[in-house]
């Protein structure tokens, strides 16, 4: 079993950045791909951002394109989200998942996620 803890949200004004970590469990994180998910209120959870196992391929939703890189260190068994330029527009609660093999910007795709953490942008 593994387990997706993430960190990093808080409020912050629009321009302003953030970085989301999300710790792994288990000796299996370098071999599956991760994603980081975001869902407001009343809204469905959508795709931000993915990266592969290696870390040498990544997407992008067209909405954070350019503000948001997301990265990983396998060695530590972590991965990031860099958040920047925050509009109100990125409020929501984001996730991290992974799943095995390649990345995916489906949540029907990803087999582990985490709780969860808020980002909120004041304008």
């Known amino acids: 079993q593994v387990q997706l803890i993430e960190s990093g949200g808080g409020l912050v004004q629009t321009g302003g950045s953030l970085r989301l970590s999300c710790a792994a469990s288990?000796?299996?994180?370098?071999?599956?791909?991760m994603g980081w998910f975001r869902q407001a209120p009343g809204k469905e959870r959508e795709f931000v951002a993915a990266?592969?196992?290696?870390?040498?391929?990544?997407t992008y939703a067209d909405s954070v394109k350019g503000r948001f890189t997301i990265s990983r260190d396998n060695a530590k068994n972590t991965g990031y989200l860099q958040m920047n330029s925050l509009k109100p527009e990125d409020t929501a609660v984001y996730y991290c998942?992974?799943?095995?093999?390649?990345?995916?910007?489906?949540?029907?795709?990803?087999?582990?996620w985490g709780q969860g953490t808020q980002v909120t942008v004041s304008s």
């Open positions: 990266i592969s196992w290696s870390g040498g391929g990544t």
């Open positions: 288990g000796r299996t994180f370098s071999s599956h791909a």
């Open positions: 998942a992974i799943k095995y093999s390649t990345y995916s910007d489906q949540v029907k795709d990803y087999d582990y």
